[in-house]
């Protein structure tokens, strides 16, 4: 699976945008971008999926260019309940010999009042 | 609906004893990830079960461990003898097969605690 490069922690204050750059040099045409949150004492939970252009859900936007080397996480106007850390990851899910997810270190983002 | 749910939350045993870590995935979903997460580290892959059968256990780390999914419902991950270097937090994931599509998203458990002294 494709190796993921994302900053090691980010600050931000309630109520900005906060963008999360993912970098993905060597992702393969069947790779998807998938992005997960974890909070303290949880497990990681799913937030995004793209594999081209733009994706939007309740919780983010996943914007990918054209040629897909990167990936950018959008939280619109947070909170200080996304305090968190937001792991990127590349690879195709199957439910067959490739449905392991391989994590980097994510990106600790914290929220301050 | 009822998520993954792990058992116990907290293990705290002494190296060389046994422990079983169990995990209930979501009903209906025929895919069960264990990954562990030791200080300071990634989050690692250890195996996968596609309803009772393994479909991937390259990430198991030694034989202390075995993994089984009887029923193909729940799990179990023992580790015997557990060595200091066990000690980290395990979680489940469980995922619904959706054909290949590309699309599976895992969903996780929140994990057990597992400290050996």
């Known amino acids: 699976l494709a190796k993921t490069t994302q900053p090691i922690s980010m600050d931000s204050y309630e109520g900005q945008e906060v963008n999360i750059t993912c970098s993905h040099n060597?992702?393969?045409?069947?790779?998807?971008i998938t992005w997960y949150q974890q909070f303290p004492s949880q497990g990681p939970r799913f937030i995004i999926q793209?594999?081209?252009t733009k994706v939007t859900n309740e919780v983010a936007s996943l914007f990918i260019p054209a040629d897909r080397k990167s990936s950018t996480l959008s939280l619109p106007r947070v909170s200080l309940s996304d305090t968190a850390v937001y792991y990127c990851?590349?690879?195709?899910?199957?439910?067959?010999?490739?449905?392991?997810?391989?994590f980097g270190k994510g990106t600790k983002l914290s929220v301050k009042p | 609906e009822a998520g993954v749910t792990q058992f116990p939350s907290h293990s705290v045993i002494e190296k060389g004893q046994t422990v079983t870590l169990r995990c209930d995935p979501i009903s209906g979903h025929d895919n069960l990830y264990w990954y562990r997460r030791v200080m300071g580290k990634e989050i690692k892959f250890l195996l996968h079960f596609v309803k009772e059968s393994k479909q991937d256990e390259s990430g198991m780390p030694n034989n202390r461990f075995l993994a089984e999914r009887t029923g193909g419902t729940y799990s179990t991950l023992k580790v015997q003898p557990a060595e200091l270097e066990d000690s980290g937090v395990y979680f489940c994931?469980?995922?619904?097969?959706?054909?290949?599509?590309?699309?599976?998203?895992?969903?996780f458990g929140p994990g057990t605690r597992l400290l050996v002294l």
């Open positions: 994931a469980s995922s619904q097969d959706r054909g290949g599509s590309g699309l599976e998203t895992q969903y």
């Open positions: 060597n992702i393969a045409t069947n790779d998807y």
């Open positions: 990851l590349v690879g195709m899910n199957y439910g067959g010999s490739q449905g392991n997810l391989i």
């Open positions: 793209g594999y081209k």
